[in-house]
């Protein structure tokens, strides 16, 4: 049974950092392309982070990019989302994904999901 569970959220003032992970059982995460999501309440779920291939591709959406690091430690089958400066726009529920589409910047090509962790930046 596959399962990816998330952790590391919480409450953070804006600026801070946190670091969500994701661990997996069940797969490999070496073996997948691994998505970060986020949605935050009335609007739509969107894009945030992935790391693709068995080399571990990096790839940020604009709002990540420059400030959110993602990475996989294939040894503890865990991937990570390294968030700093964050804004009160970051806060939603983030959701990790595992899939092995080749379209991999689409959650539709993710089979497997996460129950996700509340991020919420304020002051």
């Known amino acids: ?3 990816l569970v998330e952790s590391g959220g919480g409450l953070v003032q804006p600026g801070g950092s946190l670091r969500l992970s ?17 949605q935050a309440p009335g609007k ?5 982070s992935f790391i693709v291939g068995s080399e ?3 790839y940020y959406m604009e709002s990540a990019r420059g400030r959110f690091t993602i990475s996989r430690d294939n040894t503890k089958n865990t991937a990570y989302l390294q968030m700093n400066s964050l804004k009160p726009e970051d ?33």
């Open 1 to 3: 049974q596959v399962q």
């Open 22 to 38: 994701c661990a997996a059982s069940g797969l490999f995460l070496d073996n997948y392309n691994v998505g970060w999501f986020r």
């Open 44 to 48: 739509a779920r969107e894009e945030v």
């Open 56 to 58: 571990g591709r990096p």
């Open 91 to 123: 806060t939603a529920v983030y959701y990790c994904a595992a899939g092995s589409g080749y379209q991999w910047y689409r959650a539709d090509e993710y089979d497997y999901w996460g129950q996700g962790t509340q991020v919420t930046v304020s002051s």
